[in-house]
């Protein structure tokens, strides 16, 4: 069994979660910031894992995160977050986040991410193939491994698709294919304000990974049927999109 450091400003999902985590053997201690978590952290050698959420006063759960992989570079840490997949988990996968939950989440859900991280099943740092900034290929949410297959498939009406390998919270691999409609593909080109994207196929690939990671952000199950239709250009994806764009833009 694990010995896992809880760190969250909030009292009840403190208890929640060392409760769910101990009830199925693991050592569970917790700390109510950041502060008084990088002090029981110490040097890293004492822990399996860290449960971190982002939103805490003092010191928001990024900057602990840069502190834990600076001081034990391969710590598993699960960042727990409310907010939407563009908003933290970009910069957290930069920091080597090794998977993300999103509140509200089941017991299960938990105990599944929990013992995926503990098998090294999700990554401790992004090792994305793509070029793209953003993409979220070869990465975890709520538990989910996501990977893409080469490539992306248009057809002679414009319409864009791709698929993916999910590895699930029950360790089983299942191909997802992502579509993107004619009219959506014109969205996001009206959108942009441009009708070649950068990157070409690679930008089309990541945003399919974008929208697939932020199903499973958002429902921690897979689409019905294995398969999701993107028919609605969503806040959070312009800001993909833009963020995308402003940095292509440095490159």
């Known amino acids: 069994m694990a010995r896992i450091l809880v760190i969250d400003d909030e009292n009840n999902i403190r208890m929640?979660?060392?409760l769910a985590l101990a009830h199925i053997g693991h050592t569970v201690e917790t700390a109510a910031d950041g502060y008084e978590g990088l002090e029981k952290f110490a040097t890293g050698s004492d822990w399996d894992l860290v449960l971190l959420d982002q939103r805490m006063p003092g010191m928001e759960g990024l900057e602990v995160l840069r502190e834990i992989?600076?001081?034990?570079?391969?710590?598993?840490?699960?960042?727990?977050?409310?907010?939407?997949t563009i908003d933290l988990a970009t910069e957290a996968i930069a920091a080597g986040a090794?998977?993300?939950?999103r509140k509200p989440f089941t017991v299960e859900t938990l105990r599944k991410a929990v013992s995926a991280a503990l098998r090294g099943e999700t990554l401790v740092s992004n090792t994305s193939l793509s070029p793209i900034p953003y993409s979220f290929d070869m990465t975890t949410v709520?538990?989910?491994?996501?990977?893409?297959?080469?490539?992306?498939?248009?057809?002679?009406?414009?319409?864009?698709?791709d698929q993916f390998t999910v590895l699930t919270v029950n360790r089983?691999?299942?191909?997802?294919?992502?579509?993107?409609?004619?009219?959506f593909v014109e969205l996001v080109?009206?959108?942009?304000d441009r009708e070649e994207l950068p990157g070409?196929?690679?930008?089309?690939?990541?945003?399919?990974?974008?929208?697939?990671?932020?199903?499973?952000?958002q429902n921690a199950q897979l689409p019905d049927g294995?398969?999701?239709?993107?028919?609605?250009l969503t806040r959070g994806l312009c800001h993909w999109i833009d963020a995308v764009l402003s940095a292509m833009r440095k490159v």
Request: aromatic residues 10%.
């Open 16 to 18: 929640m979660l060392k």
């Open 69 to 84: 992989r600076r001081r034990q570079p391969d710590t598993c840490v699960l960042m727990i977050t409310a907010f939407g």
């Open 98 to 101: 090794t998977d993300f939950l």
């Open 142 to 161: 709520n538990g989910f491994r996501l990977s893409s297959s080469p490539g992306v498939e248009t057809a002679p009406d414009g319409s864009i698709r």
């Open 172 to 183: 089983e691999a299942v191909t997802c294919q992502v579509n993107l409609p004619p009219y």
């Open 189 to 192: 080109k009206a959108h942009a």
């Open 200 to 217: 070409g196929e690679n930008f089309w690939q990541a945003l399919c990974g974008e929208a697939l990671a932020n199903y499973l952000w």
């Open 226 to 232: 294995n398969m999701l239709t993107v028919d609605d």
